[in-house]
């Protein structure tokens, strides 16, 4: 499955954005799906993963608590909720997908291009 993330931007410290992930001519509800960042010069690292269902989340510490990851099957769309945004939360986002419940992006593909979130202090 090819994935698209969008709704990334420009937020202020404190701010808020919503990240969607769509999968044209694929099925979400097939995948385990996740988020990952990846800041400048800086390795790409998990940020929450969500199981088929729905029910089976997981968060990396960094964001626990500020992020929620969701999925509407019905509208094939992942999301992703950030609230108290930091400026190290600055990073490209992916999302992607895996077929079992996992954290290492190794498990997971269908990677998009990402979209952009910067967050200024």
Do not use: H
Not at 5 to 32: D, E, F, I, K
Not at 73 to 92: C, F, G, R, S
């Amino acid at each position: 499955v090819q994935l698209q993330a969008s709704g990334g931007g420009l937020a202020q410290t404190g701010g808020s954005l919503r990240l969607s992930c769509a999968a044209p001519g694929g099925t979400v509800s097939n995948y385990v799906m996740g988020w990952f960042r990846q800041a400048p010069g800086k390795v790409r690292e998990f940020v929450a993963r969500i199981g088929w269902s729905g029910r089976n989340t997981e968060y990396a510490d960094s964001v626990k608590g500020r992020f929620t990851i969701s999925r509407d099957n019905a509208k094939n769309t992942v999301y992703l909720q950030m609230i108290n945004l930091k400026p190290e939360d600055t990073a490209v986002y992916y999302c992607a997908a895996a077929r079992t419940l996992s954290r290492l992006a190794g498990d997971f593909g269908g990677w998009g291009q990402g979209t952009l979130v910067t967050v200024s202090s």
